[in-house]
């Protein structure tokens, strides 16, 4: 999406959420000196006392981490938006979508308690969905927001599971103390907890084989590209699998799960990145070769890993969002991202083309970029591992790949050629466009170079997050001697520049070879019209139009419900004798029995309704005998009304017709009465719980000033709901009125 007008931005609208998140950033800038002096800082206030749940945020060397990476990159693409989009007529609403999403994955890594951090992550689905969708008039911007959304949101319903399982699990909802307990592992309900966490945070991070939505999600305008890919959304996974780390890592569940889904999300996206033709596309790609990487290091336990995890979490996020603005920029400035149309752009773009090569260096792993010294990091990381040859051989090609990559995207468009048949003639964007990509360049550059800084800011820090000890985090610096890692790094340029020497033959053969997989993007499309199917068959049985099928099916719930309650709990039914018989109620009960035989076989209507009057008599009566006279009084006052507006009703109607035996209503009628009365048999059988009768007692006239407890129970202690009732008969007046007044004046 390029920009809509010649305006350079947008005013007050587009400057304050830059300030916002500037100000957000400069406060978690501020607490780097107490986090890195090994502090944890913490505050909360009770949310749900009830249940023991915080409204709590926590700050540690993770979260801190996260924290910059949002608030900084989100101040930039803010910056950028405002320009990128200047005259937009729905600019206001781009910005609060995007804001929010900042302000929901803060609220993400920074909570401290297990619903609290749900809250937040169904937010960043939500975002994120309305973000992708934000061009809704394009029907591929709509079907691929809904995808995202669908699909992660599927995740979040088992992660939601998993937490609600842990909280049982752990006896707490607070994250720290889980983490500081340390006992999951040895729960019952750890491997329950794991392919749940797993469910949630997999599909957020687009692993293989729920990888295709990420992808999709270039439907966004390019600033929210930068953003999601960079240090939102996808990094929530991520962000979910390090926090959880000390408390789940270490069983072979964790460590195979992540090492085999990682290795095959770096390995595969990268060859899907190598054959795209779209500069934006093949970003995409290049981040789940990421996700895919950082998921494969949160699989090892060594302290490499983990400070490798930390570094190379900081340098995809630096370079990635470069690259995003500076794709952003090439498109806005020649109408065009397809890579065979561009070339020689260095000489009319010459900050974009410069900013394009720190990042791109960075990604490719060069010296002395700080991607040099992750690449480094990850292959000590992956020598340490269970799977040395697994880990190295999966991270070599993938990176070998990336470097291929970083040439095509940053390379050929600005040095490369010339541009032939741009739809527009390309010249430098402005300040505002140039900022981002230029700052991210340049900090990957200068950590590079000078490490030390970061390391104790925040790599050593979040390492002590992950392991429990800052003493575990490797030393961050560019020359460690020669040694296996350095090797790794020196083959794995030779192969990326043979990659790159021959990326279009190669390109079409990865066409040819990658398309014949399984394509799951369509897959999604199928299964989606197998379930509107499915949905209309499923209607059409049930939604039969017959008040006999329905009644049926009812009822037959009800009674099956019952029985397999009941069978499934194993309640006694109590020993039948006839000690206390009394003749009065038998002969109620009779009464009752034979106004429903009436209803049964009569073919008159007013027969028919007295039966069922006859019936609610003898129920009337049930209430007298047992000492609840209002009750009483209110069971015939009303039974007197529906039969009197039954008749009136009814009465024009035409007879009945002659009563027939039909059994599946007769198995029905005698499943329901034998399992409401044994039911009813086998409750009562059990001791009578008093204290909810004690407390309306005690409380009823010091609290509620009432000596009727019958009456302050449904007034005070049961307002809402009697409310609810007031508003229901309330609602059905209303509608039966407008109902016979629609019929006024009709002919018959």
């Known amino acids: 999406m390029a920009p809509v007008s010649d305006k350079t931005n947008n005013g007050l609208i587009g400057i304050l959420p830059v300030l916002l998140a500037a100000a957000l950033f400069a406060f978690f800038a501020a607490q780097i000196p107490a986090i890195a002096a090994g502090e944890v800082l913490r505050w909360s206030m009770p949310w749900f006392p009830s249940q023991g749940i915080e409204l709590a945020f926590l700050l540690d060397g993770l979260s801190l981490t996260f924290a910059l990476l949002i608030s ?68 591929k911007s709509r079907r691929n927001a809904l995808q995202a959304l669908f699909v992660t949101g599927a995740g979040g319903l088992a ?67 930068a953003f999601l890919h960079s240090a939102t959304m996808v990094k929530a996974g991520i962000y979910l699998l390090a926090r959880m780390h000390p408390a789940l890592s270490g069983t072979p569940g964790w460590i195979w799960t992540l090492t085999i889904l990682g290795a095959a999300t770096a390995v595969f996206a990268s060859l899907q990145s190598l054959r ?18 950082l998921t494969l290091l949160l699989g090892q336990d060594s302290g490499y890993a983990m400070t490798a995890f930390a570094t190379f979490l900081i340098v995809h996020s630096l370079y990635k969002a470069a690259l995003f603005l500076v794709v952003g920029n090439i ?44 690449k480094e990091l990850k292959y000590a990381g992956a020598l340490a591992a269970d799977a040395p040859v697994l880990v190295a051989g999966a991270l070599v090609l993938a990176n070998a790949l990336m470097f291929a990559v970083a040439g095509v995207v ?72 020669v040694n296996l890692p350095l090797l790794l790094s020196l083959a794995t340029f030779a192969l990326g520049l043979a990659l790159y020497a021959g990326h279009r033959p190669l390109r079409a053969g990865l066409a040819h070879t990658l398309g ?66 009394s003749w009065a109620p038998a002969a109620v009960a009779a009464l009752m029995l034979a106004g429903g035989v009436l209803v049964l076989l009569t073919r008159s209507r007013i027969t028919a309704i007295a039966g069922l009057g006859t019936s609610g008599i003898a129920i009337s009566l049930v209430f007298l005998i047992y000492g609840a006279p209002d009750v009483a009084i209110t069971q015939l006052l009303v039974e007197t009304l529906v039969v009197v507006l039954v008749a ?101």
């Open 72 to 139: 900084g990159i989100g101040t930039l693409v803010l910056l950028y938006s405002d320009s990128y989009l200047a005259g937009h007529p729905q600019y206001a609403r781009f910005a609060l979508f995007l804001t929010s999403f900042l302000l929901a994955m803060l609220g993400l890594v920074l909570a401290d308690d297990l619903i609290l951090l749900f809250v937040f992550w169904e937010l960043t689905t939500l975002t994120s969905y309305l973000l992708i969708g934000f061009s809704h008039e394009a029907e």
């Open 159 to 225: 992660f939601l599971a998993g937490l609600i399982l842990m909280g049982f699990a752990a006896g707490s909802t607070s994250i720290s103390e889980i983490i500081a307990a340390d006992e999951l592992r040895d729960h019952a309900a750890y491997t329950g907890i794991l392919v749940l966490v797993f469910a949630g945070a997999l599909t957020k991070s687009a692993q293989v084989p729920v990888h295709f939505w990420l992808p999709n999600a270039m439907a966004a305008p390019t600033p929210v590209s």
């Open 276 to 293: 795209q033709t779209d500069l934006k596309q093949a970003l995409a790609y290049t981040t789940l070769m990421a996700l895919g990487t």
């Open 331 to 374: 498109d806005a400035a020649t109408g065009t991202r397809e890579v065979a149309q561009l070339g020689g752009l260095g000489r009319s773009m010459t900050l974009t083309a410069g900013a394009a090569a720190l990042a791109a260096l960075s990604m490719a792993g060069a010296p002395p970029f700080l991607g040099f010294i992750g």
């Open 410 to 481: 940053a390379l050929r468009p600005f040095w490369l050629g010339s541009a032939a048949d741009l739809p527009r003639a390309p010249k430098e964007r402005s300040w505002r466009m140039l900022a981002g990509p230029v700052v991210l360049g340049v900090a990957g550059t200068l950590f590079g170079i000078f490490p030390g800084p970061l390391q104790q800011a925040l790599v050593t820090p979040t390492v002590a997050a992950l392991t429990g000890d800052a003493a575990n985090a490797a030393e961050l610096t560019l020359w460690h001697g």
């Open 516 to 581: 014949m997989l399984p394509d799951l993007d369509r897959g999604w499309d199928r299964f989606l019209d197998g379930l509107k199917g499915f949905a209309e068959w499923q209607a059409a049985r049930i939604q039969s139009g017959k008040l006999s099928f329905y009644l049926a099916a009812t009822f037959g719930t009800v009674a099956g419900a019952l029985l397999v309650t009941m069978l499934a709990r194993g309640l006694p039914l109590p020993a039948f004798t006839l000690d206390g018989f």
């Open 648 to 748: 009136v009703a009814l009465l024009k109607l035409p007879r009945l017709p002659a009563p027939r035996f039909r059994p599946g209503a007769a198995v029905i009628s005698v499943a329901v009465g034998a399992s409401v009365s044994l039911m009813l048999l086998s409750v009562l059988g059990q001791p009578l719980d008093l204290s909810l009768t004690s407390y309306f007692e005690a409380a009823s006239y010091p609290d509620a000033h009432g000596r009727n407890i019958v009456n302050v129970i449904l007034v005070d202690f049961r307002a809402i709901d009697t409310f609810g009732e007031i508003a229901v008969v309330a609602i059905a007046a209303l509608s039966a009125l407008a109902l016979l007044r629609g019929t006024k004046g009709r002919t018959r």
